[in-house]
């Protein structure tokens, strides 16, 4: 499972042309990375991430990263949602459709996690340039306002993840036509496939 990794310290100027961002959106995707020290995530950070709103257009926000469903509550099991969000930062991909804690959010709340590397195993793993994990989000009313929060989908490893003996990696979205696809449609059955062999650079930790 994927629990660490490095946003993009700003928005990525081809995701700005791709969705003709406004200077505020720019603006509140930099405040909200520039919280994080050296632009590192790891779960229950506030991360940016990127949705569609109720207008068609493409915003950004901030969430805490380990996804907390609308219908939780605090119980003997999970007496505080921090401790419920730790085992819900990453969703498998291959029942996140029928288990309850994503399958409403894999309907219905789809959106974009920009990062510049994903952490595996003691490497860093990348293109060079931005992408987007495939992410999910939800909203949660209790006793500390509205929260927002986000998973993103794993999958299976592609040749550079297994190389170091790991046996998941996130669901990457590398085109504008696969990011509005999931973003619009859902996932497919292509777009679930684990990211070409050959395409990820590999850099150890240090």
């Known amino acids: 499972m994927c629990h660490h990794y490095r946003t993009a310290n700003n928005l990525p100027e081809h995701f700005v042309e791709e969705y003709h961002f406004r200077t505020d959106q720019r603006k509140l995707f930099e405040g909200i990375a520039g919280g994080l020290k050296d632009g590192g995530a790891w779960p229950l950070s506030i991360v940016p991430a990127l949705r569609i709103d109720e207008t068609g257009e493409l915003k950004t926000f901030g969430a805490e990263w380990g996804l907390l469903p609308r219908w939780w509550k ?38 974009l996690v920009p990062f510049l590397e994903f952490h595996e195993k003691d490497h860093y793993f990348g293109t060079g340039a931005p992408m987007a994990f495939a992410g999910l989000w939800e909203s949660w009313l209790g006793e500390d306002g509205d929260v927002q929060s986000v998973t993103f989908l794993t999958t299976e490893p592609n040749a550079e993840v297994s190389s170091i003996g790991h046996d998941r990696m996130p669901v990457l979205l590398d085109t504008p036509e696969v990011r509005r696809r999931w ?24």
């Open 74 to 111: 605090p119980s003997d099991k999970s007496p505080k949602r921090e401790k419920f969000q730790r085992s819900t930062f990453n969703a498998r991909s291959e029942t996140a459709a029928t288990k309850p804690t994503f399958r409403s959010a894999m309907k219905d709340r789809r959106c």
């Open 183 to 206: 973003l619009i449609n859902g996932a497919d059955d292509e777009m679930l496939k684990p990211f070409a062999d050959g395409m990820l650079s590999i850099r150890s930790k240090g």
